[in-house]
């Protein structure tokens, strides 16, 4: 091997220089090829403390004290996390990471490091060292704590780990596959190098309490505490984990974007985007100026109207959760059960300001189980509190999240990019995917946010979405991370799961209390008022019978010759729907109405324009009108009806289509009858093998659940409220008793991954078979663009084309129609700006956007990543609106799609010639797939 030409031993690093000096020459180590190290460092360390909560610190250190995990006081608790964080980024200070990692492409600085080199050592003893500085900086640190009391050396152990994984994933501390320090000739050549010129071990010490062998002792004898009993119940030392890696990887990122700023310049900068009181004090201000809001404080004397019961809703809420914060502090899940149509989300929101007022939460994040469901809710919220997306008050963040950066430098749009993968804005409005992955995910991108949710309120809509056989964790996950992060939750549906019934173990050690905002929820859901509507019949159906289509025909003739004119149809799948949607038409002339087809196969211009034709047909009570749909009209949707018919499902997913009938009491305003109800039409629909269709959509153990439970509740068709609260109960215990079950057979269950989490076995928790998921995969999930042209309008006659008018022009109209467009402002004016040519006739034309998408992202993937970045967030909002999502079973459409669609990114691309209405097309615009209804099974 060969060596130095001139001994290290006497080299010393130069912490404020970030570098070292031999004669009168000087090697200087950069972080960034404008930064210096120590500058990064210091940096890091700034945003690490300005993030990071003194309290759930403090909290941390109590709990980890009382477990026996450390034996350190807390002034010594936060020094080793600061030099913990220091040490983040000192595996850079390997040459071989300079000259040809860093500096490669940089010709000035790699000349003046390369000189340095040659003149005091040679190259090829450079080329002999490890280059991977997440790993030398993770041992580095592990050395510096060697000697440590034992009792903290799984503490130092753990905070390594961060180091060695702060570049790619959250690392399972006890695994073959994570362990770090089986280590080569590189790594400990650089290893020993490091430890002198950083004055942590002298060239005697080398080879004994230094070495490298002690470094892979120290994690031997140290590991297995993390995988031992002592951890199956508690959560607080993963907790710790996940929080500390993830403020590490946001400050290193943050200090990273700012590399051109002075250390004097940085430490002016602010980092957190929370309700301060002055957004506080508007925000309460604005709710009280909305109209139903404006007399919330006055008692309600007589119940005279629907806004009468949600007022005494809301007033018992904030109530009830006053004497919960000033008695019992330390109850932050707090449950909501409201009928649908008792404005949950204004409830909600009212008692989140309220929490943000009491306690030191400075953050709202409303977080729903479909898009649909935040593009409806977030206009609201945003309105009612008056708070501005242009000010970075409120923001949206999915993953088709409009990010239109026109008339912004790269350094605006790369704040942006990174607030929205922060979480860094006072409310936030986001999917159950995007929430949840923050915790089951160990990938770095997904851990970014973590730190975000301490000391904030979470407002949970409709978690009955949440996959059944998953909520033994994700409950668990809930309490525990309000138990250690501080934050609120507020947990609310029509149909709330009893959750607090559910064994979380087999022991029935864990176990949480319950707080219902709400003391007699039953009240509400059985007054008049709410009380919409009535279950008239409950049928099975066999499509190889032509009954089942008259069985149809005869109950819409019925309504319609009542003067119910509205209704709707919800199918468990594609197939029935389409099936159905077909029958129907061939009757729509003789018994005169007009009929529409939704499924989940449909791009969401068709979705919306078919909802907008619905809200608009209310007004007029003589038209008739009938909408196919499957489960996507369920939630989010608020569209009425005056009768519905419901394929057999769970009770939870009946229930929300009841929420589609009579949803506004319209009936009673037309009738001038408060017992005017609804009606509710239940099928069992089945092939011609008698099987039913919901037995394609729910897995075993739903079947054994929750279908079976649906089935002993709707005996009485007819069912209260405390039929639903029995329902859930006799669910919970069902689970219970399947999971015991299991675990007596040796079978994993759910309650498996409460345990991986507490040892932090991360990889289980992301096993597609046995992990957390937060969408049901148990069918195959496909994204599917469509090249087809897109009207950037509809329901409006224009007397000039979209691309014939000067941008004021557009801006104005859309203004005045906003809700006739199907694109935005900024992304019309965004696509103009890009290309003329991408808008012809009223319409955005897909393929070329692909095409100018593709040949852009090819270029600048190599080019600037910066810009990589900002061209893929920009596009998409836009791309989104040629695609749909799907589920399939059937193995022939699968191969369809796979075989003979193109794979671009993470969907398959349908080409125009393969887009149309006859049987030989494979798409269709208004009836998505094409297919032959009998003998096509897919979902």
Known sequence: MDQPNMSIENVKYELLSSSIKLNNDKFIFYAHPDEI????????????????????????????????????????????????????????????????????????????????????????????????????????????????????????????????????????????????????????????????????????????????????????????????????????????????????????????????????????????????????????????????????????????????????????????????????????????????????????????????????????????????????????????????????????????????????????????????????????????????????????????????????????????????????????????????????????????????????????????????????????????????????????????????????????????????????????????????????????EDLNFSIDLLNSSLLSQTKSKIIGKINNSQKDDDSNYILVSTQSIEAGVDVSFDFVFRDFATLDSIEQVRGRCNRNGELYKKYDNYNQKGNIYLTNIQDSHNKSYYEYIYDDKEKSTRIKETKNIIKNQNYNYNDIINYYKHVSKDINKLNDSNEDKFILTDRENIINWNQLQYSKLMDKKTGIQIIDDSLSQYSIFVETELPITYGLELTKTIETMNLNEIQDLYKKEKEHFLFTYSEIKYLKEKDQDFIIKNCIDGEKILEFYKKQLERLENEDYLKYKILKKEFSSILNKFIFNISLSNEELKSEVEDDLNHFSYFYIIPKNMIGDTENDLYSLNKGFNYEPISTNFF
């Open 37 to 588: 190290l120590n500058d990064h460092l210091s940096k890091t360390l700034i945003v690490f403390n300005n993030l990071i909560n003194n309290d759930v610190l403090l909290n941390f250190h109590k709990s980890l004290q009382n477990e026996g995990f450390i034996n350190l006081d807390f002034k010594s608790f936060t020094e080793i996390i600061h030099d913990f964080v220091f040490f983040h980024d000192y595996g850079k200070l390997s040459f071989n990471f300079q000259l040809n990692r860093l500096n490669k492409n940089i010709p000035i600085i790699h000349k003046e490091q390369e000189d340095f080199i040659n003149k005091y050592w040679n190259l090829a003893f450079v080329k002999k060292l490890d280059p991977n500085h997440s790993l030398t900086g993770s041992i580095l640190f592990l050395s510096k704590y060697i000697n440590i009391d034992k009792v903290n050396k799984p503490f130092i152990l753990l905070l390594s780990y961060i180091i060695y994984g702060h570049h790619s994933k959250l690392k399972d501390v006890y695994s073959e596959n994570e362990f770090a320090y089986s280590l080569k000739g590189n790594t400990e050549l650089t290893y020993n190098l490091l430890l002198m010129y950083l004055g942590i071990a002298s060239s005697k010490e080398l080879n004994t309490s230094f070495s490298v062998k002690n470094m892979q002792d120290f994690q031997k004898n140290n590991t297995s505490i993390f995988t031992s009993d002592k951890f199956k119940n508690s959560s607080t030392v993963s907790f710790f984990y996940n929080y500390i890696y993830s403020l590490l990887i946001t400050s290193d990122v943050i200090a990273s974007s700012k590399e051109n700023l002075t250390l004097k310049e940085f430490n002016s900068q602010t980092f957190t985007n929370n309700i301060d009181s002055k957004l506080l004090k508007r925000m309460q201000s604005s709710f009280y100026n909305v109209s139903y809001n404006k007399n919330w404080e006055n008692p309600v004397k007589h119940v005279e109207n629907i806004n009468d019961l949600r007022l005494e809703m809301l007033q018992e809420a904030s109530t009830n959760l006053s004497k919960s914060l000033k008695n019992k502090p330390s109850n932050r899940v707090f449950f909501l059960k409201m009928p649908t149509g008792g404005g949950k989300t204004n409830t909600s929101m009212k008692l989140a300001i309220d929490i943000i007022s009491k306690t030191s939460a400075n953050r709202i994040i409303y977080s729903m189980p479909f898009i649909n469901i935040i593009e409806q809710n977030y206009d609201r919220i945003r309105d009612d509190y008056g708070l501005s997306e242009d000010d970075s008050e409120i923001r949206k963040i999915y993953s088709a999240t409009e990010t239109i950066f026109t008339s912004k430098s790269d350094e605006d749009k790369s704040r942006i990019i990174l607030n929205d993968q922060f979480f860094n804005y006072p409310v936030i409005c986001t999917t159950f995917v995007s929430l949840f992955n923050t915790l089951i995910n160990s990938y770095k991108s997904n851990k970014y946010m973590l730190n975000s949710l301490s000391n904030s309120v979470i407002i949970l809509d409709e978690i009955q979405s949440l996959p059944l056989k998953h909520w033994n964790s994700l409950y668990y996950l809930i309490n525990e991370l309000a138990l250690n992060y501080n934050t609120y939750f507020i947990i609310m549906s029509a149909t709330l799961p009893e959750f607090n019934d559910l064994k979380l173990d087999k022991s029935s050690k864990i176990s949480y209390s319950t707080y219902n905002l709400i003391e007699n929820p039953s009240f509400y859901f059985n007054h008049s008022l709410f009380n919409r509507t009535q279950i008239q019949d409950f049928q099975i159906l066999n499509i190889e019978n032509e009954d089942f289509i008259k069985y149809y025909i005869t109950k819409i003739k019925e309504n319609f010759n009542k003067g119910y004119n509205k209704g709707l149809i919800v199918l468990n799948t594609i197939k029935t729907s389409r099936l159905i949607y077909e029958k129907l038409s061939k009757y729509c």
